[in-house]
């Protein structure tokens, strides 16, 4: 079924005169998802943090159920931690790496995973490989088959990277990684919320997301899943005493579930707001979100791609909602500002986020739009009108 965009309107808290294409960066929560946290909010003022905490205790033990819906996997496999970073580090840290290990990953890799990479080449002596894309963008699978051999520890993969529409084959990958019994780490921060996900279909162990983006829930929230498959296998690179229980001097004991990768003090309000958040996009259905996104993309590329002086620089066989393009002659940073001063949201995308495939590309800092499903094809003319205005002005 469509979606019933008149409805998604309804639920806007934006300022008239703006349109929101930044939903790669933050998109706009609902209100729901805003009212959940300031009644959460209310109730800590009103009653104290800790009695507010009991008094929402079914709710807050039912944000674990929406992630796992979200995901299909279990409740027991799901961490509720403070971002997207932080629910990758602990999946990446808590593996025991040996010299001589690799680590396969694709081009189009998140900075900060690569970064944790290079640290952990240093460390231990481990090797970092990327797996070279297809001609169309996507990592490409037959190059991973041929690459894989005993060594490799680790494939892990962002499944929709910072810098554009590319969506890797994250079910394929994972085919090979399970077959060979591989540990497979997906980066979904910016693919949760705009493609349904499955991990039984993914076949991953771990899978990190964030709340603020496609999922439109607040800042300062994340989640990671753990799969039961490898869980005890794996100790969290660092632990307290909620993820641990101190037995007697000597010994402690993990938490049975994947809750091992919390820690004690989290952020309440936020927590209720992402399982507001997740619940929203369910209850409108991740396939419907994911056809009008794509939707609005391929209308918001292809007018782009009509204005002289414009190159788009999505790349791969499946592209989502993530727009990026160049403009001959005006800077990232002056069309992001140009757009802003017309009310139209977007961000910048610098090579150094992603550095492998900016430098394979040799791309330049691209302007970022993210179209979400509630933006609207007005508010995608009105980009398309700065961006040829600004383009005449700079040719
Ligand atoms: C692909 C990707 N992974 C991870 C992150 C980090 O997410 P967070 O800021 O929630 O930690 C981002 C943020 O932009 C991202 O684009």
């Known amino acids: ?53 009991r008094l929402r205790s079914d709710q807050l033990d039912a944000v674990y159920d929406s992630v796992a819906r979200l995901l299909n996997c279990r409740r027991d496999e ?19 790496f040996e010299p001589g290990d690799r680590i396969l990953t694709a081009e189009a890799e998140y900075a900060s995973n690569y970064l944790a990479y290079l640290q952990i080449a240093c460390d231990r002596g481990v090797v970092v490989e990327t797996v070279p ?9 037959e190059s991973l088959r041929k690459m894989i051999d005993e060594r490799v520890k680790l494939i892990s993969i962002t499944h929709v990277p910072t810098n554009g529409g590319l969506v890797n084959p994250v079910e394929e990958i994972g085919a090979i990684a399970r077959a ?14 705009q493609i349904p996900l499955d991990v039984d279909a993914i076949q991953c162990d771990f899978l990190s997301a964030t709340g603020r983006k496609w999922l439109r829930g607040p800042r300062g929230v994340g989640f990671l899943y753990v799969s039961n498959r490898i869980l005890d296998s ?38 209720l707001g992402l399982g507001s958040a997740i619940d929203y996009a369910l209850n409108i259905g991740l396939d419907e979100i994911e056809t009008e996104v794509s939707r609005l993309a391929d209308i918001l590329r292809a007018r782009l ?41 977007v961000s910048v995308s610098s090579p150094v986020s992603t550095l492998i495939d ?20 007005a508010e995608i003319d009105a980009l398309v009108r700065c961006v040829k205005a600004m383009s005449e002005q700079g040719a």
């Open 1 to 53: 079924m469509p979606i019933d965009k008149e409805s998604v309107s309804g639920d806007l808290l934006c300022e008239a005169g703006v349109a929101h294409l930044d939903n790669a960066g933050a998109a706009l929560m609902p209100r729901c998802v805003l009212e959940t946290q300031i009644d959460h909010l209310r109730l800590e003022a009103a009653v104290g943090g800790y009695e507010a905490e």
């Open 78 to 96: 799901v961490a509720i931690v403070e971002n997207a970073t932080v629910g990758w580090m602990m999946a990446f840290y808590s593996i025991p």
């Open 133 to 141: 894309s297809t001609a169309d963008g996507e990592l490409c699978i």
């Open 180 to 193: 060979n019994d591989i540990l497979y780490l997906v980066d979904a921060c910016q693919s949760a919320g």
């Open 234 to 271: 794996l100790h969290p690179p660092m632990i307290d005493l909620f993820s641990a229980t101190w037995i007697d001097a000597d010994h402690y004991e993990l938490r049975k579930d994947a809750r091992r990768f919390e820690n004690w003090e989290s952020n309440y309000a936020a927590k």
């Open 305 to 345: 791609g009509e204005i002289d002086g414009v190159s788009l620089h999505d790349i791969g066989k499946r592209k989502c909602g993530i727009v990026t393009f160049a403009v001959a002659g005006v800077d990232a940073a002056g069309i992001e500002s140009g757009l802003r001063e017309n009310g139209i949201h």
């Open 358 to 377: 900016a430098t394979r590309r040799q791309l330049p800092d691209l302007v970022r739009a993210g179209v979400h499903y509630y933006n609207r094809e």
